[in-house]
């Protein structure tokens, strides 16, 4: 089934995105395969910036494009929708899922802020 998702990846800048993406990859450390790891750490090398504030610690200058590149590379290796959706809820904003709406919004909200 496919799901629709609205792209608008968090502001937030490339030390707090680096941050909370290695936190949330070691969290599935053993969910995901060793290539996806490899290729979500090179992303997470080459963070381009844009002007911007980021919403974590209101640096000026914020990640341009990089969310959607690590999804990219979770789409690409395959990787299990379950945690596909778990990246889009943590680092998207404004998301819609056309289906199973409030599956995950009642219980075991994680937001991002630290
Ligand atoms: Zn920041």
């Not at 979500?40 to 640096?59: F, M, T």
């Not at 899922?97 to 919004?105: A, H, Q």
Request: glycine share 2%; hydrophobic share 30%.
């Amino acid at each position: 089934m496919e799901k629709k998702f609205s792209t608008n990846a968090l502001e937030i800048c490339s030390r707090c995105l680096s941050y909370e993406v290695n936190g949330w990859v070691s969290d599935k450390w053993k969910e995901m395969d060793e290539e996806t790891k490899k290729q979500i750490a090179e992303e997470l090398k080459s963070i381009k910036l844009k002007s911007g504030e980021c919403i974590v610690c209101k640096n000026n200058l914020i990640s341009d494009g990089t969310p959607e590149r690590i999804l990219r590379i979770l789409e690409e290796n395959k990787t299990p929708n379950r945690i596909k959706k778990e990246f889009i809820e943590l680092f998207f904003v404004n998301r819609e899922i056309e289906s199973e709406k409030n599956e995950k919004e009642e219980s075991n909200r994680e937001d991002i802020s630290v």
